[in-house]
């Protein structure tokens, strides 16, 4: 185990985590609606040297699949425009899924990756907040090869 701090940290250790996989490889992401994509966007922002084809699979819905896009003055974003999911190098699973108010069952994710893996495995990336998958027991379920698991703390001051 190894611990990071910040934003710097989460993505770093994210980029660090899919640094054997060669430029040009596709890279799924699934995420709950809303909550998931910006950290799924950040994430594509700190890969965005990597010429990687990344799409973005609202919950574990393929027919819903889109391309994740670098956009001139705003940074990567999900845009309305359907991308294939299938045979991923890497499927990046984020935590918002295991939320019961905004994901999926984690059986709804394994059909996913049966799915959309074909003939290969890809590597599979959990990434989450405060130890969701834990708490949800994911972490048995989900055959993850690493599981980024980030903690935030909020302070206010007036």
């Not at 998931?36 to 990687?52: G, N, S, V, W």
């Not at 045979?87 to 049966?114: Q, R, T, W």
């Not at 799915?115 to 949800?136: N, T």
């Amino acid at each position: 185990m190894e611990k990071k701090s910040g934003i710097i940290g989460f993505t770093g250790a994210f980029r660090e985590s899919i640094k054997e996989i060669e430029n040009g490889s596709t890279i799924v992401f699934a995420g709950s609606i809303a909550v998931c994509t910006p950290f799924i966007e950040l994430l594509a922002y700190a890969i965005r040297d990597k010429d990687f084809k990344m799409v973005y699979v609202p919950k574990s819905d393929i027919n819903e699949a889109k391309e994740i896009q670098e956009v001139q003055n705003i940074g990567f974003s999900v845009v309305n425009q359907y991308a294939d999911p299938k045979n991923p190098d890497v499927l990046v699973v984020l935590g918002g899924l295991a939320m019961p108010k905004f994901g999926c069952s984690p059986d709804e994710v394994l059909n996913m990756i049966e799915e959309i893996s074909g003939g290969k495995k890809p590597k599979i990336i959990g990434v989450c907040f405060m130890g969701i998958f834990d708490k949800a027991g994911w972490n048995a379920k989900i055959p993850f090869d690493v599981v980024l698991d980030t903690s935030m703390e909020t302070i206010v001051t007036k």
